[in-house]
Structure formats: C-alpha cells, structure tokens
Nanobody
Framework: QVQLQESGPGLVKPSQTLSLTCTVS????????WSWIRQPPGKGLEWMGV???????YYSPSLKSRTSISRDTSKNQISLQLSSVTPEDTAVYYC??????????????WGQGTQVTVSS
C-alpha cells in the first residue's frame, strides 16, 4: 500500500523559505510522478508543481518563480521549497502520487497534509 507523509515546520516567517518533505512508502519515487498541492483556508485546492519520474519538473505558472521540487532517492522523499513566503501562502500542503501529471486531478494517493502558517 502506498503511503505519503508530509513533514516540516508549521510556522514560517514572512520572506523566508518554506521547506517541506514528503516521505513515500510502498512505492519508489523513481517509478512515478509526484505533485505538491495546497489548500488555503476557505479556498479550493491549488496545484503547485510536479516532479516527473525522469527527474524533470513542471510548476504552476503563478508559483514558478518561487517554487522548487526535488527528490532524495536514498530516502525515497520528495521535497518542496517555496521562497519569499507571505501570509497568503498559509495553507494545508499535500503531496500526492500523480500517475497522469498535467492531465487534471488524477492523483491517486495523497498524504494527510500538513498545516503551514506564515506569520511573524
């Protein structure tokens, strides 16, 4: 069974970089594509970007300048970095396995999500 677990600081100061890790079990991160998604309070889901199995990435145009997704194959982890955060980046952040990246909401396994608050 595929399981994903997000981890990272729950509180980040404005202008700093948000860093989250998604630890995957039950699947190799080199065999699939993995997306990060977030949900601000009171709003819908927002797709942020995807890490393809071949090592390439693709980011939402609205976040591209501030987003970086990487992987650590030795730990089977996918990481997210979002720079220059503002309170508008406050959200629950999810990682998900994405068998059909860029084709819509086709993620089949999701982590439970982790709350990140941006505040001084």
């Amino acid at each position: 069974q595929v399981q994903l677990q997000e981890s990272g600081p729950g509180l980040v100061k404005p202008s700093q970089t948000l860093s989250l890790t998604c630890t995957v079990s039950g699947d190799s991160i080199t065999s699939d594509c993995w997306s990060w998604i977030r949900q601000p309070p009171g709003k819908g889901l927002e797709w942020m970007g995807v890490f393809f199995y071949d090592g390439n990435t693709y980011y939402s145009p609205s976040l591209k300048s501030r987003t970086s997704i990487s992987r650590d194959t030795s730990k089977n982890q996918i990481s997210l970095q979002l720079s220059s955060v503002t309170p508008e980046d406050t959200a629950v952040y999810y990682c998900a396995r994405d068998p059909r990246p860029l084709a819509g909401w086709g993620m089949d396994y999701w982590g439970q999500g982790t709350q990140v608050t941006v505040s001084s």
